[in-house]
């Protein structure tokens, strides 16, 4: 027997080893938990902000916004005179920047709406003006460029084709 | 014989030149719903009518994509679930203005007024009665009223989800100054 030496039993390493296994695998467990939870609050919380964030979200900033299409007046209603159907799908819902004359200006309080086209014919693109908008020097049979969501198109036999654009923008005043 | 040809000729001529049509392509038709969660509002500005005064009959169209919304996804929402303003682009309401006859349209004045017609709306097509003002100022007739429209009349669902959050039935107010005369 040698002294100052301590006897460990056989298979008490094996024990040590195994312990320390579990200890480390408990370990790994919790940071693997840990990391888990932080990932799973971060999800969280980017959902919250960007449910938030689009609940709240305001309708495009007209003013800004690059134009889907570039069109003068005549030529829209052209289009639509021609075929509302395929017209419809191919600008309904995009920003458009027009061009042409002003038919008619129209004030109701304090929202005003523009009808460009030609005077010879019914048919107009109508325009309602952006709650931003305000008539200032615009005169019926100016020159007008504009920019607005196209929203569809109305009109009957005795009033004409007219092809609406909503939040207008004018861009020359 | 040539004095009632003359009478004839007058009496056409006559009812000719009092019978017209005023019209406007800038009305507008707002929607208010009030709801725990939120209040919704949409505000439409480019509402046709067309209102003979002659027979009374009067016509609105609306085209539903032409409503604004304080917030996109609201508007985004209203156009894709609600109204599928894809598949029914307009709402049109085709009436007669009740006992015509009593307003006289050549002075100012202003009238309550009932008007009986069909509304379509969301592919539905009901027969509504409206009750109203008309108020007639240098000539020009302005029509205002304001009614309530239960949304399941016209088939438009509201998810369960949110069933409890918005309102089953909205405010419509319709104004139109009809200051335009057909030609």
Redesign the interface.
Known sequence: MIQGHKITKPGSHKRHMKNDMKNGSKNKKKTYISSLAIVFVLVLVVAVWYGFEEYNRKPQNIADAKPDFKIADTLLIKEFEANAAEAGKKYTNRLLFVSGYIKKLEKKGGAFTLSLGSAANMSSVLCAADSTQQPGLLKEGAQVTLKGVLVGFNGDDLLGFDVILNRCVITNK | MKISVFILAFCLWASHGFAQ?N????G?VTFYSKAPLENIEAVN??V?A?LDTHTGTLLL?V????F??????M?EHFNENYVES?KY??ATFTGMVQDNNRIAYTKDGSYDVTVKGKMQFHGVSKDVEVKGMLVMAKGVPQLTASFPLALADYKITIPSLVADKISQTVKVTVLC?L?NV?P
Not at chain 2, 63 to 66: E, I, N, Q, S, Y
Not at chain 2, 68 to 73: P, V
């Open positions: 049509k019209y406007t392509k800038g507008t500005k480019t046709t067309i169209s085209l539903m994509r032409g604004e919304f304080e917030k996109a996804l508007q894809d682009p307009k100054v200051d057909l």
